[in-house]
């Protein structure tokens, strides 16, 4: 059961937790020269933008959720996925004291969406080394497109309409500046 908080006890309790976990690090490794109303505006922030995606792209499950959701394949099959452009996977910011963790958009494993989205990727220039594209094209996959009748790429994904979607990620390929060979390249690979 979700519980609903208002804007100033959410603030409270996230606030409560960040103190907590600020607290430990610190114990940890010392206290930065930094200036500490700085480092908590820039929290906040960074927490404000991890929830607009989350909101606009996701939800999302980790390698484990994935390995479910794929009908209980291994890590390995996963990565092998995810390097080929069968899978989209997003690569969330490395504190630098850990691996990479990648996370992977529920939407995908609907019906009909895991069967075009190879193509799709390919069209749209995804690459699993760029961590931008993912992001940049996750949030388009989601989006309301006019040019697809005001629909989300994924909805129509869903239906069937792998074509009309190849189309309009070719104009994310663009944007992204992927070399249209390459995107040619891949796209005939995925076919």
Do not use: C, N
């Amino acid at each position: 059961m979700a519980i609903t908080l208002s804007p100033g006890d959410y603030a409270t309790r996230s606030a409560a937790a960040y103190r907590r976990q600020l607290l430990e690090h610190l114990a940890e490794h010392g206290v930065p020269e930094a200036d500490p109303e700085a480092a908590g505006r820039r929290a906040a922030a960074i927490t404000a933008a991890g929830q607009a995606w989350a909101t606009d792209a996701g939800p999302f499950t980790d390698t484990a959720g994935a390995r479910v959701a794929l009908g209980g394949v291994s890590k390995q099959a996963v990565s092998q996925r995810l390097r080929e452009g069968r899978l989209l996977g997003l690569q969330l910011a490395s504190d630098g004291t850990a691996r990479d963790r990648i996370v992977y958009p529920l939407w995908q494993f609907r019906p009909g969406v895991l069967k075009g989205l190879p193509a799709v990727l390919a069209a749209a220039g995804f690459d699993p080394d760029r961590p931008v594209s993912g992001w940049t094209i996750a949030a388009w996959l989601t989006a309301v497109d006019d040019g697809l009748g005001g629909r989300a790429p994924v909805e129509l994904l869903e239906a069937g309409y792998r074509d009309r979607v190849l189309t309009a990620a070719l104009q994310v390929r663009e944007a992204l500046g992927v070399d249209e060979r390459a995107a040619a390249v891949a796209l005939a690979a995925s076919s």
